[in-house]
């Protein structure tokens, strides 16, 4: 359960959300990308407030989740051009081939996409987030069950987004990739942001001891109160 | 940044998905098929019936036939939303969600209809009792209208369910009665060569509950398919 979140993001950032299992991280996320309510609190997004204008946010949010989003009995191509129609793209024939280019599909973009391995499916889904040039892109894990050379196409992708100056907000448990992606992290544990530090000042010994070192003063913490 | 898209425009984007994926995968309508032949199969054999008992029923095996075939068909087009997660691309497009809703139904409508164009004349064959008239049709398309209706929304509902093979039937059978008696006494008029006029109320029963019901899944699909 979040509670007490305060959390906020500038145009360009890169922020990578941290935190064990069951910290809340996928339920803060779904609340940004309007697919959940909270229960009380508010979010604005690109000057948009939720819930009134959600439809608003939506075009301007891209979200990769856990799940590919894809139909698998549809090609590459034909969910880029059906997610291009949900969001009004027009004409979408040339930036559905540059988005295949992007991401390195091109050749299979007639194949179903339910015979796509774990790593291609995971790259169109990106292509999926990215085909309507959001102005946040929201991402849950998005390395989970890639391998490493589909995990470094990902992040390839994923620097050419950071670079066209698209605030990146994505969780992750693999310290030692977005340690190289991002350019803050914010630690997420009992429902809300522990710590936060931006990468010119992470302390020398880097981040996975930072972050140790910022569960370890939450147990302490909680301990302390209990008692 | 693009508009937002229109309402006709997501529609027809959600019925050439549902269309698309079911031309490639054929489970829906074959599962339909198969289910709607083996009822009509074992009615014909477990009821021994001369032409006049026999004419009695036909209405009322073709409903029952349709009803249950349906509830397959809903249960598989919103299962196939969900398997994915494709439910929530579709939820985070930035169009009106009664367009996902009105989408989804005209195509489990269409699906619906061509079962029914099949299985009519398979009936007519089978039972040798000619079936097949404008009136009957009329009703078919008034019937199918309502049950998708109501039937897209409750399996909408159901979908978040672990069990929502089960649930599905609990739900919206209760709610179907009265347009599966209004169906099946004009669909037995006329077979049976009752004027038209006098077939009328039922007819009014079964608009009044297309529109009823079309109305409420308009209202509510929104609250419903929101966590």
């Known amino acids: 359960m ?12 890169f922020v990578a959300l941290l935190g064990p299992n069951g910290a809340g ?12 309510k909270p229960n009380f609190g508010s979010v604005t997004i690109s000057g948009f407030q939720l819930p009134n204008q959600s439809a608003h946010i939506r075009q301007r949010l891209g979200v990769v989740s856990h799940q590919p989003l894809l ?14 129609r949900l969001y009004g793209l027009h004409p979408a024939k040339d930036r559905i081939a540059e988005i295949l280019k992007l991401i390195g599909l091109e050749k299979r973009k007639f194949d179903l ?60 448990h693999d310290l030692g990739r977005v340690a190289n992606l991002a350019s803050r992290f914010d630690v997420l544990t009992r429902g809300f942001i522990q710590a936060s ?15 140790q070192d910022v569960l370890a003063n939450s147990d302490e913490k909680v301990k302390a109160h209990a008692s | 940044m693009q508009a937002k898209t229109s309402f006709i425009k997501a529609l027809s984007a959600v019925i050439w998905k549902d269309l698309m994926t ?25 009821l021994e019936m ?37 439910l929530d691309g579709l939820l985070l497009a930035p169009v009106d969600r009664t367009a996902i809703y009105f989408g989804k139904s005209i195509a489990n409508l269409i699906f619906m209809l061509i079962v029914a164009a099949i299985i009519l004349p398979v009936y007519s064959l ?22 998708v209706a109501v039937g897209t929304l409750l399996s909408s509902m159901a979908v978040q369910a672990r069990t929502r093979d089960i649930l599905l039937p609990i739900l919206l059978f209760p709610v179907i009665i009265p347009i599966l008696i209004a169906a099946v006494k004009a669909s037995n008029g006329f077979l049976n060569g009752v004027p038209f006029n006098e077939l009328m109320t039922w007819i009014y029963l079964l608009i009044a509950y297309d529109v009823i019901f079309t109305s409420v899944a308009f209202m509510v699909f929104d609250a419903i398919v929101e966590e």
């Open chain 1, 2 to 13: 979040l509670k007490k979140l305060d959390f906020s993001a500038n145009q360009g950032e």
């Open chain 1, 25 to 36: 991280k996928t339920t803060f996320l779904r609340i940004l990308s309007t697919l959940a």
């Open chain 1, 71 to 84: 139909y698998g009995d549809l090609s590459a191509e034909e969910n880029l051009k059906f997610f291009s």
């Open chain 1, 113 to 172: 996409v339910r015979t796509y391995s774990r790593g291609m499916q995971q790259r169109l889904a990106i292509g999926r987030a990215i085909l309507h040039d959001p102005e946040v892109l929201l991402l849950d894990e998005p390395h989970t069950g890639l391998d490493q050379d589909a995990s470094n196409i990902l992040d390839g992708i994923l620097n050419q987004v950071a670079m066209r100056g698209r605030t990146v907000v994505m969780t992750s």
């Open chain 1, 197 to 211: 530090i931006n990468i010119k000042d992470l302390p020398k010994h880097g981040l996975l001891e930072y972050y």
């Open chain 2, 22 to 46: 079911e031309l490639r995968s054929k489970e829906l309508i074959s599962g339909m098929l198969v289910f709607s032949l083996l009822v009509i199969f074992i009615f014909n054999f477990s």
């Open chain 2, 50 to 86: 001369d032409a006049r008992t026999r004419n009695s029923v036909t209405a009322g095996v073709i409903w029952v036939t349709l009803i249950f075939a349906g509830t397959i068909g809903l249960n598989r087009s919103m299962a196939v939303e969900k398997d994915r997660g494709c």
């Open chain 2, 126 to 147: 089978l039972y040798n009792n000619n079936v097949i008239s404008l009136g009957l049709i009329l009703v078919i398309l008034l019937g199918s209208e309502g049950y």
